[in-house]
């Protein structure tokens, strides 16, 4: 019986895991080139009042696709979050004002060049900071993975300047405006329309290290989609098309338009309330997608760690050490290494690609199940030993003792923990972002990447965060009172 018991286990354990692995494999339908993107760097990819993706890059993917007949699923995962899925073969190319430089030519390949720009400094607009010597012994905010934040570190030990590196621009910026750093390194054009569109920065020096953006695919794959690309940005050149999208945002009129529709709109809604009910449907979105995280991945991580707990107190050493080097791993790994690993490293091992949903909730099934099968194991060692021998004792068997006597005393035991991990299950899907998930916390760097009121807008969220904790509290709290009563 006992060997049967660590038998199914083993099997329950391993179909967990393997159906959750499953859920990656999806029926393949018509090609449709999927396009990651950073929608956080205007003008060219950023969510406009309406919370659709708009931009340079964007319109001119589109128009590119539509011209040479081709679909395209634009992606808004960040910068960083693009790049490694590309390198993983998670997605098919990457469209984010990604500057062509002879490092990454070594990894991608590019489309012909389709915008030139320089790396600058910006500052504070009552800083006297006008060249790279006066930064020396002080700190500069950069952009993790960019061009402008390659460009910074290479000249750093020249100019003696400290960094401190950021995910997303809205938050580099106001690094500087808040005075935390004395400048950010930025791209030319970016900056000249954040600056135009309200941002209360100056650009301090003369463009330099002048290149240019391209269009990237992983060196020696989706030759085809690059070639599709190229001509169809020649044809977008020679009928206006491609000026008229650069216009759109760059040229002087477009700027003061978006520059007096920004003072409007922060005229009308710099209430909390009118952020809210601006921007209500893109939060409900992000609400909606973190709730189902927590959902689906508490109760992956319950099943996953309730069986292995039960295979902690198994008396089989194997058995045993199966599950401590289990809980082990997982619980150790940091959940940001872990999602990434799901995310971008399994992709690149196995070579099936894994939605970012997916691996989100793989990535709490086996972080939050470790945590879980701790206390679970801890909760049934906690009953006094000396049960377990008078069942057996008894003649009951080994499954059937810890069924009937040693699981109800158990679980009494374990609800606190049960609760407080439920909560930490929540608060957890945040990390999520940096594989590209629209949950709240995603949704809201989009959002203040249009609006920059960051203080108003993470207030709104810390308080829907704290709300659904408080429902998740007393949830949970009615569901120990019912089983301990």
């Excluded at 659709?52 to 960040?78: C, R, S, T």
């Excluded at 992000?286 to 991945?297: D, F, I, P, W, Y």
């Excluded at 972080?367 to 099968?373: F, I, K, L, S």
Aim: proline share 3%; aromatic share 10%; net charge positive.
């Amino acid at each position: 019986m006992m060997k049967k018991g660590f038998t199914a286990v083993v099997l329950s354990l391993m179909s967990i895991f393997f159906l959750t692995l499953g859920l990656t494999n999806s029926v393949k339908a018509a090609k449709v080139y999927q396009i990651g993107t950073d929608v956080t760097y205007p003008p060219f990819e950023f969510a406009n009042d309406q919370n659709k993706y708009v931009g340079i890059d964007i319109d001119l993917m589109n128009a590119v696709a539509k011209e040479e007949g081709f679909k395209v699923n634009i992606k808004p995962i960040g910068f960083n979050a693009a790049v490694q899925s590309l390198e993983s073969g998670q997605i098919d190319g990457v469209m984010a004002g990604m500057a062509i430089t002879p490092v990454r030519q070594q990894t991608f390949d590019f489309s012909k060049p389709y915008y030139k720009t320089g790396v600058i400094i910006a500052v504070a607009k009552n800083s006297k900071i006008k060249s790279f010597k006066q930064l020396r012994g002080k700190k500069v905010a950069l952009k993790t993975g960019t061009a402008a934040a390659a460009y910074a570190q290479s000249i750093q030990s020249k100019y003696g300047f400290k960094t401190v590196t950021f995910d997303d621009s809205d938050t580099m910026y106001n690094d500087v405006v808040n005075g935390n750093s004395v400048a950010c390194f930025e791209d030319y054009p970016v900056m000249q329309y954040a600056i135009k569109t309200g941002l209360k920065l100056k650009i301090a020096t003369k463009p330099a290290q002048s290149g240019y953006y391209g269009f990237a695919v992983m060196k020696g794959k989706n030759q085809v989609l690059l070639q599709k690309f190229d001509r169809g940005l020649v044809k977008l050149k020679k009928n206006g098309t491609y000026q008229k999208i650069v216009n759109k945002y760059l040229d002087t009129a477009a700027t003061k338009k978006e520059r007096k529709d920004n003072s409007s709109a922060k005229a009308a809604n710099h209430t909390f309330w009118g952020l809210l009910q601006q921007n209500r449907g893109a939060l409900f979105k992000g609400l909606a997608k973190t709730v189902q995280l927590t959902v689906l991945g508490i109760i992956c991580a319950t099943i996953f760690g309730v069986l292995l707990g039960l295979l902690g107190v198994v008396p089989h050493k194997t058995a045993q050490g199966i599950a401590a080097t289990i809980i082990y791993i997982f619980r150790g790994l940091p959940l940001l290494v872990l999602a990434l690993f799901i995310y971008n490293g399994l992709p690149s091992l196995t070579g099936v690609k894994i939605s970012a949903f997916n691996a989100g909730i793989i990535t709490l099934m086996l972080n939050e199940g470790a945590y879980t099968a701790a206390f679970v194991k801890g909760g049934i060692e906690a009953v006094d030993l000396g049960q377990m021998e008078a069942a057996r004792s008894l003649g009951l068997p080994f499954s059937k003792a810890m069924r009937r006597i040693i699981l109800p005393q158990g679980i009494k035991i374990m609800l606190p923990s049960f609760i407080n991990q439920f909560i930490i299950t929540l608060k957890d899907t945040s990390i999520l972002s940096i594989i590209g998930i629209l949950e709240l916390t995603q949704t809201g760097k989009i959002i203040i990447a249009r609006n920059l009121e960051g203080f108003r807008i993470w207030t709104i969220i810390a308080v829907i965060y704290l709300l659904l904790i408080t429902l998740l509290t007393l949830l949970s709290k009615m569901v120990e009172r019912r089983i301990k009563g």
